[in-house]
């Protein structure tokens, strides 16, 4: 087995590369969230290929492991032991992204049930499991914020370039603070990433970036904190309506982003804006000291040039 660990300190994300006659992987390993997402060069539900990343995943101190594959690539990703999370919708442009995700300390159980022949079972896991409860119930919730703020003016938000040093000092600020949502580290290879800093009267200040996938029109969307309080959430809100008006002058098709599945205000705001949710990813984020449930929120901005 061939393998070379393209680290990279600066953006918080290491990429480890296997390959051999039957496997040919990436493996991106973000610090801050304890996450390696799977890049797979080579379908089929090689064994090798799930103790390759099990293996790597314990070694580097991850708890939780996931791939984004088209839809005739599902069943290999669940007969290795993945639980299907949801999906991105046109991250390819005209097809979506499938997710499937392991929470490494459950893989053996997960295993061991698949060898005992549960074919079929991850749909219905999904459906009853704590984390999509939660995320249903944070909905729920930030629905009601919606109706009881319905006809509150939203505050005239400015929007500026943030240069990486900026964004570094306001992340390391954050992470003080116990409040950062991300280190805005990469989530694909080769990543070109775009901060911004969005601010309003009061003394409201939002750190943003995104990053596009230009031949497919996709982009990820983050920001760096979540709102507080009614008055953070009604700017946050504006402040992502102005984030997808510069992405539609982009060209970009759609976005997505995370948010943890407790987080209501968060939530709301992204109702607000047209936001739908998903897919609910199991023990996905870091949050201060604390591991969280995520929910990924996804939207089309405009329709795919023909």
Same mark, same amino acid.
């Given at each position: 087995?061939?393998?070379?660990?393209?680290?990279?300190?600066?953006?918080?994300?290491?990429?480890?590369?296997?390959?051999?006659?039957?496997?040919?992987?990436?493996?991106?390993?973000?610090?801050?969230?304890?996450?390696?997402?799977?890049?797979?060069?080579?379908?089929?539900?090689?064994?090798?290929?799930?103790?390759?990343?099990?293996?790597?995943?314990?070694?580097?101190?991850?708890?939780?492991?996931?791939?984004?594959?088209?839809?005739?690539?599902?069943?290999?990703?669940?007969?290795?032991?993945?639980?299907?999370?949801?999906?991105?919708?046109?991250?390819?442009?005209?097809?979506?992204?499938?997710?499937?995700?392991?929470?490494?300390?459950?893989?053996?159980?997960?295993?061991?049930?698949?060898?005992?022949?549960?074919?079929?079972?991850?749909?219905?896991?999904?459906?009853?499991?704590?984390?999509?409860?939660?995320?249903?119930?944070?909905?729920?919730?930030?629905?009601?914020?919606? +109706?009881?703020? !319905?006809?509150?003016?939203?505050?005239?938000?400015?929007? $500026? &370039? @943030?240069?990486?040093? /900026? =964004?570094?000092? %306001?992340?390391?600020?954050?992470?003080?603070?116990?409040?950062?949502?991300?280190?805005?580290?990469?989530?694909?290879?080769?990543?070109?990433?775009?901060?911004?800093?969005?601010?309003?009267?009061?003394?409201?200040?939002?750190?943003?970036?995104?990053?596009?996938?230009?031949?497919?029109?996709?982009?990820?969307?983050?920001?760096?904190?979540?709102?507080?309080?009614?008055?953070?959430?009604?700017?946050?809100?504006?402040?992502?309506?102005?984030?997808?008006? +510069?992405?539609? !002058?982009?060209?970009?098709?759609?976005?997505?982003?995370? $948010? &943890? @599945?407790?987080?209501? /205000? =968060?939530?709301? %705001?992204?109702?607000?804006?047209?936001?739908?949710?998903?897919?609910?990813?199991?023990?996905?984020?870091?949050?201060?000291?604390?591991?969280?449930?995520?929910?990924?929120?996804?939207?089309?901005?405009?329709?795919?040039?023909?």
């Amino acid at each position: 087995m061939a393998a070379t660990n393209l680290s990279s300190a600066s953006s918080g994300v290491d990429e480890l590369l296997f390959r051999n006659d039957s496997v040919s992987l990436c493996l991106l390993v973000n610090r801050r969230h304890r996450t390696l997402r799977i890049v797979d060069f080579r379908a089929g539900p090689t064994p090798s290929k799930r103790s390759f990343v099990l293996s790597t995943a314990k070694r580097e101190g991850v708890e939780k492991i996931f791939t984004l594959v088209e839809r005739d690539e599902v069943p290999t990703w669940t007969r290795l032991g993945f639980t299907r999370e949801g999906s991105i919708p046109g991250f390819y442009k005209r097809s979506d992204a499938w997710i499937l995700g392991a929470v490494v300390s459950e893989m053996t159980s997960r295993l061991r049930a698949s060898r005992d022949g549960e074919e079929g079972g991850e749909a219905d896991d999904v459906a009853a499991s704590p984390a999509v409860l939660l995320a249903e119930r944070t909905i729920a919730r930030a629905r009601r914020l919606l +109706r009881e703020a !319905e006809g509150r003016p939203l505050p005239a938000i400015k929007i $500026a &370039p @943030a240069s990486g040093v /900026e =964004l570094r000092r %306001a992340v390391a600020a954050a992470q003080r603070a116990g409040r950062a949502l991300t280190g805005f580290e990469p989530f694909g290879r080769d990543a070109v990433r775009t901060g911004y800093v969005l601010s309003a009267r009061g003394g409201f200040t939002l750190h943003a970036a995104w990053e596009m996938q230009s031949c497919f029109g996709n982009s990820f969307l983050e920001i760096l904190c979540p709102p507080r309080h009614e008055a953070e959430r009604l700017a946050t809100t504006a402040a992502i309506g102005a984030l997808c008006e +510069r992405l539609v !002058e982009e060209k970009a098709v759609s976005t997505f982003t995370f $948010a &943890p @599945a407790d987080d209501q /205000e =968060l939530c709301a %705001a992204l109702l607000a804006n047209g936001f739908r949710r998903s897919a609910v990813l199991a023990r996905h984020l870091v949050v201060g000291r604390a591991r969280k449930d995520a929910i990924l929120w996804a939207k089309k901005l405009v329709a795919p040039e023909a």
